[in-house]
């Protein structure tokens, strides 16, 4: 990927820091080992016209690669990884294998976790926000113990690391305000492997750098 | 894709006939000519330890095709999708944006589209559930202003019918027990497309027969 560009926010509050799903797509070129450029884009501007046009929800990431111009932290690991064997292996079973976890970490797993996100730290001083917490904290659990039992015994999701643990440590990142990952010792145990891992210290320090330099009192 | 099995839920109750993921599978397979079988698992049996083994969360759809044993409906789809030109250009920018499109129907649309689907048909008599619609109804009418924007001037999500458009469909027939979908002109127009197309119509008479034929009462 040539002249490779990464869309984040410039700053966001505490609380978001080190999950801003542009943390995939740095996580995900460190560890093929592409040089990227970031460039940042303010909360309040995301929903412009000019952003839309890059980003059509108004979110992040985006990623700009030569000609191609994507979104979806997903869809940009995915692409990622198809060039890269750090990242999924070339044999078709491996590499659809990878899919299938790429999948089951941003369609199956994500959905509960980022609603509990949401639910504590959006929404948390609404009235429904305690009401519905602990059937949501079960979701949670059901989908947690899946993602445990898979790691019993196992590194990672599969027999070695692939882009679908990068796509489900950030996803397991979202519920770190709660002790609910380091219930289920295979899935604490995975996500500090993860988190160990050199390519994603340096993606996680880039992140909250921006956002140092970008704090709005040191300006 | 040889000796290729879907496999369904044997039977559901009414409000999720039409829209259980399987049928995703079924419309990918319709749209790309590929003969299938279906095989099915109860309600009750699919947390079973056997049933885990073929997917881990219990859920459907499951695919198994020659030697590969496949889940997430989005990964089979898009599998499905690099065997068939119907479903995805071959070139590698086309290639790219129906990846892009399907994530964005399963990572960005589906959530909030999902809760609410759950908040009015599963949990509605919570005490809840009232009092989160309004925000929820929110979520929901901001991801669909984007969809209705891209498709402003488009038949499809693309410049072409992809795989993408069957995931995207699909997700929003997840609020067909509201008026929301046709709120949005060119969201319902879509809709409306999508579901008029032979190969959908086939893969719900497909599913729908299924339930019927395992109705309890016709036993």
Same mark, same amino acid.
């Given at each position: 990927?040539?002249?490779? *560009?990464?869309?984040?926010?410039?700053?966001?509050?505490?609380?978001?820091?080190?999950? #801003?799903?542009?943390?995939?797509?740095?996580?995900?070129?460190?560890?093929?080992?592409?040089?990227?450029?970031?460039?940042?884009?303010? @909360? !309040?501007?995301?929903?412009?016209?000019?952003?839309?046009?890059?980003?059509?929800?108004?979110?992040?990431?985006?990623?700009?690669?030569?000609? !191609?111009? @994507?979104?979806?932290?997903?869809?940009?690991?995915?692409?990622?990884?198809?060039?890269? $064997?750090?990242?999924?292996?070339?044999?078709?079973?491996?590499?659809? $294998?990878?899919?299938?976890?790429?999948?089951?970490?941003?369609? *199956?797993?994500?959905?509960?976790?980022?609603?509990?996100?949401?639910?504590?730290?959006?929404?948390?001083?609404?009235?429904?926000?305690?009401?519905?917490?602990?059937?949501?904290?079960?979701?949670?659990?059901?989908?947690?113990? #899946?993602?445990?039992?898979?790691?019993?015994?196992?590194?990672?999701?599969?027999?070695?690391? *692939?882009?679908?643990?990068?796509?489900?440590?950030?996803?397991?990142? @979202?519920?770190?305000?709660?002790?609910?990952? !380091?219930?289920?010792?295979?899935?604490?145990?995975?996500?500090?492997?993860?988190?160990?891992?050199?390519?994603?210290?340096?993606?996680?320090?880039?992140?909250?750098?921006?956002?140092?330099?970008?704090?709005?009192?040191?300006?």
């Amino acid at each position: 990927m040539e002249n490779c *560009t990464v869309t984040g926010f410039d700053w966001v509050p505490p609380f978001a820091r080190g999950i #801003v799903r542009d943390l995939r797509v740095r996580w995900a070129l460190e560890e093929a080992g592409v040089q990227y450029a970031v460039e940042w884009i303010g @909360l !309040s501007a995301r929903k412009s016209e000019d952003y839309r046009r890059k980003q059509p929800f108004g979110m992040v990431p985006a990623l700009a690669a030569g000609d !191609s111009r @994507l979104f979806e932290s997903g869809a940009i690991v995915q692409l990622i990884a198809e060039r890269s $064997e750090a990242l999924m292996p070339a044999e078709s079973a491996g590499r659809a $294998e990878t899919i299938v976890w790429i999948y089951a970490a941003l369609n *199956t797993v994500e959905p509960p976790l980022d609603s509990l996100l949401a639910l504590d730290l959006v929404h948390g001083d609404e009235e429904w926000a305690p009401l519905r917490r602990p059937g949501l904290v079960e979701e949670v659990q059901d989908r947690l113990a #899946v993602v445990a039992a898979r790691l019993e015994g196992r590194e990672f999701l599969l027999d070695r690391f *692939t882009a679908a643990d990068i796509l489900m440590a950030t996803v397991l990142r @979202l519920v770190r305000h709660t002790d609910l990952c !380091s219930t289920y010792p295979p899935v604490d145990a995975y996500l500090r492997r993860c988190e160990g891992r050199e390519p994603f210290q340096r993606a996680l320090e880039g992140q909250l750098a921006d956002y140092a330099r970008n704090e709005p009192a040191a300006a």
